[in-house]
């Protein structure tokens, strides 16, 4: 049997030049002219761009939303792995598929669901209208669009891990008398704390940064129901550059920050992992 010729040191240095190039030129050159355009007329107008009120009610509403998509999807995310990985159950390829969703719609198209669902036109729009309850052009509407594009993330990433963790931990836990609540709390959350925090990042930075579904049910209210992209977007489009660079800044470090904590999960998943096989 013929050895296979290693890789030529040429080749390897062209493949190295060429990940670096495409790095430097697709992400890190349009990091740096971000903040470049967002300091273009010095620190004050950059610190008065974010101090704006319509840009700290925007950042404020982004917070919130995401403080409440991320909890929401942490349980479901918890729920759905722990049932498709312990349990066999009718249904469980399709609860699987459906888990991925969000990945094969457009977010433009999901928004439009949530419209023509609990929009004035919509099924159940003349019902909410008589309640006095708004849901389209409104924070609710804003977190429902969220939370679906958002909610795979931290399913996806549990998945996979307690499938190949088994349900042996599990079963004896239960055997020796503990409650599926004690067995939850002290045998599996520890086993899949890194993998939990890692689809939290994911979902986090996902929830701040999404704009097609949330551009959708907004309503664009200045002030009232503009996310931190949608804000971007209106700050770009009056050509008021260096707000709009101002506050995407922010994005791209959330973006930043959300890449370094990913690659400590990362390093201390790969630890563990490591240390367990040993």
């Known amino acids: 049997m013929t050895a296979r010729p290693a890789t030529s040191g040429a080749a390897r240095f062209a493949l190295i030049a060429l990940a670096i190039g495409f790095l430097a030129l697709f992400l890190l050159l349009p990091l740096v002219a971000v903040f470049a355009e967002a300091l273009a007329k010095g620190f004050g107008a950059y610190a008065a761009a974010i101090a704006e009120p319509d840009a700290l009610a925007a950042i404020r509403l982004t917070l919130l ?6 909890p929401l999807n942490i349980v479901f995310g918890i729920a759905a792995a722990w049932a498709i990985a312990k349990f066999d159950f009718p249904g469980k390829t399709v609860l699987t598929s459906f888990i991925d969703l969000p990945f094969s719609v457009s977010p433009v198209v999901a928004g439009l669901i949530y419209v023509l669902l609990f929009g004035a036109h919509g099924w159940f729009g003349p019902w909410l209208r008589v309640h006095d309850i708004q849901i389209i052009f409104a924070v609710p509407g804003i977190v429902l669009a969220t939370v ?17 963790q088994g349900r042996d931990d599990e079963e004896a836990a239960l055997s020796l008398g503990a409650s599926g609540f004690q067995t939850f709390w002290r045998v599996t959350l520890p086993n899949i704390r890194w993998g939990l925090l890692y689809g939290v990042l994911l979902c986090n930075a996902r929830a701040m940064g999404e704009f097609g579904a949330v551009s959708v049910v907004s309503g664009h209210l200045r ?19 260096v707000a709009a660079f101002a506050v995407a800044s922010l994005l791209a470090l959330l973006a930043l920050v959300t890449l370094i904590l990913k690659s400590i999960v990362e390093w201390r998943f790969d630890y563990q992992r490591g240390g367990a096989g040993h």
Do not use: C, D, K, W
């Open 223 to 241: 002030g009232q129901t503009n996310t931190m992209p949608l804000h971007v977007e209106i700050l770009y489009n009056e050509y008021n550059f």
């Open 65 to 70: 939303v995401a403080a409440i998509a991320v």
């Open 148 to 164: 679906f594009v958002t909610f795979p993330f931290v399913a996806r990433e549990l998945i996979p891990l307690m499938s190949e």
